[in-house]
């Protein structure tokens, strides 16, 4: 430490520390009114203080849990898609509801976290969603470490309960999806009440496109004309519609992007409801738009209230559709990795469990007919 005298008869401290970021040798300093052993004790502490924390600032930045999220979610939100980053944002919010807004990242342990998440499974939330939100923190605390703010990830302590399949829960995956048989019967009957309601044959054809092609309903709804080759008999696959956004967007994943080849019958269906937007003068951007992009919600509602008059029990939705079309090539023989790319799947957990129940159907229906045909002969009764 060395002492300077100012043009204003008070007394200038200055001491050296090494920058952590340049490894220069710089310099700090205070401004005292004496020159006496008291004041050189003082401006020691002072100085001290303002090196620890020029020094430390590069490695104990103070930020609380919020303030990690959103930045780190700013950095995120650059490579995904819009209606991506909402639903991420949704989840997010439920976490950080729960955490006050000034606890600082530094004191967020391992018990606290496990409390959190322990807190999830005692209000209802799925695992599946629990394990979202986890998924979605430690990305943030992975970039924490990777900014100094905390020497490690805490998360990783954190254990939630393994899923174990119930058969209550195996049946809820038979139930994800129409088998051809209850396909027919819920087709027939919408076939038969179609003409009595000027929006139904939309909707209908909507159906058999869906089950027919294994698309996403948001893909559906953004479908263009300019997408359908009659000629090649595909359909290019380049977009789909965000319910959430309510705008036009790149397919869900890279794997989505894909042309897949189609049947006449599905051809004829898209025909016949170009033929209907000229009549009804609603020919515009999308096929089966209104002009507008085909809403879901109401979709659904359409189809929840034509699957009680046509005597099914099962919750049907739209995606009901792109599982019965993954059931359908099941039946067919198609090969895993070509359902997958049909359907644009990346991972093939969803089309291992439907092929694993319709696999399982059919060897159960090939051991009744076995049985039938080599069925012992009674013997005959007196």
Same mark, same amino acid.
């Given at each position: 430490?060395?002492?300077?005298?100012?043009?204003?008869?008070?007394?200038?401290?200055?001491?050296?520390?090494?920058?952590?970021?340049?490894?220069?040798?710089?310099?700090?300093?205070? @401004?005292?009114?004496?020159?006496?052993?008291?004041?050189?004790?003082?401006?020691?502490?002072?100085?001290?203080?303002?090196?620890?924390?020029?020094?430390?600032?590069?490695?104990?930045?103070?930020?609380?849990?919020?303030?990690?999220?959103?930045?780190?979610?700013?950095?995120?939100?650059?490579?995904?898609?819009?209606?991506?980053?909402?639903?991420?944002?949704?989840?997010?919010?439920?976490?950080?509801?729960?955490?006050?807004?000034?606890?600082?990242?530094?004191?967020?342990?391992?018990?606290?976290?496990?409390?959190?998440?322990?807190?999830?499974?005692?209000?209802?939330?799925?695992?599946?969603?629990?394990?979202?939100?986890?998924?979605?923190?430690?990305?943030?605390?992975?970039?924490?470490?990777?900014?100094?703010?905390?020497?490690?990830?805490?998360?990783?302590?954190?254990?939630?309960?393994?899923?174990?399949?119930?058969?209550?829960?195996?049946?809820?995956?038979?139930?994800?999806?129409?088998?051809?048989?209850?396909?027919?019967?819920?087709?027939?009957?919408?076939?038969?009440?179609?003409?009595?309601?000027?929006?139904?044959?939309?909707?209908?054809?909507?159906?058999?496109?869906?089950?027919?092609?294994?698309?996403?309903?948001?893909?559906?709804?953004?479908?263009?004309?300019?997408?359908?080759?009659?000629?090649?008999?595909?359909?290019?696959?380049?977009?789909?519609?965000? @319910?959430?956004?309510?705008?036009? @967007?790149?397919?869900?994943?890279?794997?989505?992007?894909?042309?897949?080849?189609?049947?006449?019958?599905?051809?004829?269906?898209?025909?016949?409801?170009?033929?209907?937007?000229?009549?009804?003068?609603?020919?515009?951007?999308?096929?089966?738009?209104?002009?507008?992009?085909?809403?879901?919600?109401?979709?659904?509602?359409?189809?929840?209230?034509?699957?009680?008059?046509?005597?099914?029990?099962?919750?049907?939705?739209?995606?009901?559709?792109?599982?019965?079309?993954?059931?359908?090539?099941?039946?067919?023989?198609?090969?895993?990795?070509?359902?997958?790319?049909?359907?644009?799947?990346?991972?093939?957990?969803?089309?291992?469990?439907?092929?694993?129940?319709?696999?399982?159907?059919?060897?159960?229906?090939?051991?009744?007919?076995?049985?039938?045909?080599?069925?012992?002969?009674?013997?005959?009764?007196?």
């Amino acid at each position: 430490m060395w002492i300077e005298e100012t043009k204003t008869g008070k007394y200038k401290y200055f001491e050296r520390y090494k920058d952590p970021y340049s490894e220069k040798w710089k310099k700090v300093s205070v @401004t005292l009114d004496k020159k006496s052993p008291q004041a050189k004790r003082q401006a020691i502490v002072l100085l001290q203080e303002k090196i620890d924390e020029k020094v430390n600032s590069k490695n104990t930045e103070q930020i609380t849990f919020h303030e990690l999220v959103r930045d780190f979610e700013k950095i995120h939100a650059r490579g995904i898609k819009e209606s991506t980053r909402i639903n991420r944002q949704l989840n997010l919010n439920t976490i950080l509801s729960m955490i006050p807004k000034d606890y600082l990242i530094q004191n967020i342990d391992r018990r606290f976290l496990q409390k959190l998440f322990d807190q999830l499974i005692d209000k209802g939330y799925s695992l599946g969603t629990i394990r979202q939100i986890k998924s979605y923190v430690n990305q943030s605390l992975k970039y924490a470490v990777r900014m100094g703010y905390i020497p490690g990830n805490e998360l990783q302590y954190v254990e939630l309960p393994k899923q174990i399949k119930t058969d209550d829960e195996v049946e809820k995956t038979k139930s994800k999806y129409l088998d051809r048989e209850e396909y027919l019967q819920f087709i027939a009957y919408l076939d038969r009440e179609a003409p009595k309601n000027k929006h139904r044959p939309r909707y209908v054809r909507a159906i058999k496109v869906l089950y027919l092609t294994g698309m996403r309903f948001g893909e559906l709804a953004a479908l263009e004309l300019n997408s359908v080759d009659f000629d090649n008999k595909t359909i290019a696959i380049r977009q789909s519609f965000s @319910t959430i956004s309510n705008k036009v @967007t790149s397919p869900k994943t890279k794997k989505s992007i894909r042309t897949i080849t189609v049947s006449d019958s599905t051809l004829e269906i898209i025909k016949e409801q170009v033929e209907e937007n000229i009549i009804r003068g609603t020919n515009g951007q999308f096929i089966f738009g209104n002009p507008e992009p085909m809403k879901l919600k109401t979709f659904n509602r359409f189809l929840d209230k034509s699957r009680k008059s046509a005597g099914l029990d099962k919750q049907i939705t739209s995606h009901f559709f792109r599982h019965s079309h993954i059931s359908l090539l099941v039946e067919l023989g198609t090969p895993i990795p070509l359902i997958m790319d049909r359907v644009g799947h990346s991972d093939s957990k969803v089309t291992m469990e439907i092929y694993s129940h319709v696999t399982k159907r059919m060897n159960d229906d090939l051991i009744d007919k076995l049985n039938d045909i080599f069925a012992p002969s009674m013997p005959p009764s007196d």
